[in-house]
């Protein structure tokens, strides 16, 4: 499903994309005519033209107002699923931005021995963030820097195994009992982004961006009713871990983002 949708988003994107194809004057033997050479003048005066609209600074009709956009990237994340975006620039230089995504993809692909669980993950991410757009060489004000808060919510479950009746001196038990817990985890932090957002289209109407941002996030979850201290997680492929989760703690952010959008 998030491959058709990434697909589909992609197509969108495509639709008012076009080629310019140049006419190639007529080949002839000897010296050029007097078509060759107005051709050639409509193609220098073409080209001119092109120049002078990429060297124009975009008007502010374009670069403010409301934009709806989508990350294509937050469909590959570890607790992945759709996003959507409402920016409003009332400036050239300035915008707000409010994100939000339904979370239904789990990419962990373990601790789900019986394959019971589908989907593993539901929740919901929100990021408010404040941008500003530099106005660059030819005022198209593409680059920009932005700061953001960022609140995630997703559930999950999570299959633990508990030797029963251990020995903790001889590593020997009785046996083995598989559970399932009820795992919630939250996460809330701060990013700085620096990303590019360009147009396409005669109108400018579509949209594209990129972003690569550092930050912190704080990290914590809880389980349904409490696990036994000897139990740990298991994949398919028999490989565990009984190192005890992180909780309760600081670690980095690193915020990547591809997004196509379009500009009302």
């Not at 929740?123 to 500003?132: K, Q, S």
Request: charged share 25%.
């Amino acid at each position: 499903m998030k491959h058709l949708y990434t697909a589909f988003v992609c197509l969108l994107m495509a639709v008012p994309a076009f080629a310019q194809r140049k006419p190639k004057p007529d080949e002839k033997n000897g010296e050029p005519g007097i078509t060759t050479h107005l051709v050639s003048y409509a193609h220098r005066k073409h080209n001119d033209a092109k120049a002078e609209k990429k060297a124009r600074p975009l008007p502010d009709s374009i670069l403010t107002g409301w934009r709806v956009s989508s990350n294509l990237l937050t469909l590959h994340h570890p607790d992945g699923g759709i996003s959507a975006a409402v920016e409003y620039r009332f400036r050239p230089s300035w915008g707000v931005l409010l994100e939000g995504g339904w979370i239904f993809i789990d990419e962990k692909k373990l601790y789900n021995m019986r394959g019971k669980f589908t989907p593993k993950a539901k929740g919901y991410y929100v990021r408010p963030e404040i941008r500003y757009y530099m106005p660059g060489r030819h005022g198209k004000y593409r680059l920009f820097f932005s700061q953001d808060f960022f609140y995630r919510k997703v559930s999950f479950y999570e299959e633990r195994i508990e030797r029963i009746n251990a020995d903790p001196t001889g590593g020997m038990y009785n046996y083995e009992k598989l559970s399932t817990y009820g795992k919630t985890k939250e996460t809330f932090g701060t990013d700085t982004k620096f990303g590019f957002q360009t147009y396409f289209g005669n109108d400018h109407r579509v949209m594209f961006e990129v972003y690569v941002g550092l930050g912190v996030k704080y990290r914590k979850f809880t389980y349904d009713r409490p696990v036994p201290v000897n139990s740990y997680v298991e994949d398919r492929n028999y490989n565990f871990d009984d190192a005890p989760d992180r909780n309760n703690i600081w670690d980095g952010a690193f915020p990547v983002g591809l997004k196509l959008g379009y500009r009302f």
